[in-house]
T-cell receptor, first 111, second 111 residues
Framework: EAGVAQSPRYKIIEKRQSVAFWCNPI?????LYWYQQILGQGPKLLIQ????????DSQLPKDRFSAERLKGVDSTLKIQPAKLEDSAVYLC?????????FGPGTRLTVL | AQRVTQPEKLLSVFKGAPVELKCNYS??????LFWYVQYSRQRLQLLLR??SRESIKGFTADLNKGETSFHLKKPFAQEEDSAMYYC?????????????FGQGTILTVHP
């Protein structure tokens, strides 16, 4: 089966610029997650969607981060404006039950 | 709030030796615990869940509620076990699906 797809794989921007990441989950998976993984740390959940509704966004810095999942399938995560501390790998995952399937991630570097 | 601690950032063993990756958690309720693994150049993937009580690739993990631990064990390590291992906790209830990850342990198995 096709796995979770993410693009782009790498992105380099300057601080105060905007950036967007895209995720296509496994077909039929109702739940979609965005994680932020800073170098040397484990993934941290930013937002969780159930279909196209937000279940948990308690750790999403809402002053600069936004995410949407239109039609309950693909999702985009946006950062506007970016800060140096946003440099990280952004992981998308999807699930039907308790097992989460992860995408390859997008490595963001903010200069 | 829940917390997962993996006290060892690095762990090195020789092929054929036993290996134990430590995981301790902090949570007042009844959590669901997972081990995720990331091999070089591959995606993060589920290794095992405590509820399943299964052995995957020779690895087992037992939930010890008294010691709030979920250590990952394998009696005879193989070179292909070299990877990054993350322990994760799901608090369940309204937070079902939300995973809290530890910082990870890099396991290196020497020939």
């Amino acid at each position: 089966e096709a796995g979770v797809a993410q693009s782009p794989r790498y992105k380099i921007i300057e601080k105060r610029q905007s950036v967007a990441f895209w995720c296509n989950p496994i077909s039929g998976h109702a739940t979609l997650y965005w994680y932020q993984q800073i170098l040397g740390q484990g993934p941290k959940l930013l937002i969780q969607f159930q279909n196209n509704g937000v279940v948990d966004d308690s750790q999403l810095p809402k002053d600069r981060f936004s995410a949407e999942r239109l039609k309950g399938v693909d999702s985009t995560l946006k950062i506007q404006p970016a800060k140096l501390e946003d440099s990280a790998v952004y992981l998308c995952a999807s699930s039907w039950g308790p097992k989460q399937f992860f995408g390859p991630g997008t490595r963001l570097t903010v200069l | 709030a829940q917390r997962v601690t993996q006290p060892e950032k690095l762990l090195s063993v020789f092929k054929g030796a036993p290996v134990e990756l430590k995981c301790n958690y902090s949570y007042s309720g009844s959590p669901e615990l997972f081990w995720y693994v990331q091999y070089s150049r591959q995606r993060l993937q589920l290794l095992l869940r405590h509820i399943s009580r299964e052995s995957i690739k020779g690895f087992t993990a037992d939930l010890n509620k008294g010691e709030t631990s979920f250590h990952l064990k394998k009696p005879f390590a193989q070179e292909e076990d070299s990877a990054m291992y993350y322990c994760a906790l799901n608090a369940g209830g309204t937070s079902y699906g939300k995973l809290t990850f530890g910082q990870g342990t890099i396991l290196t198995v020497h020939p």
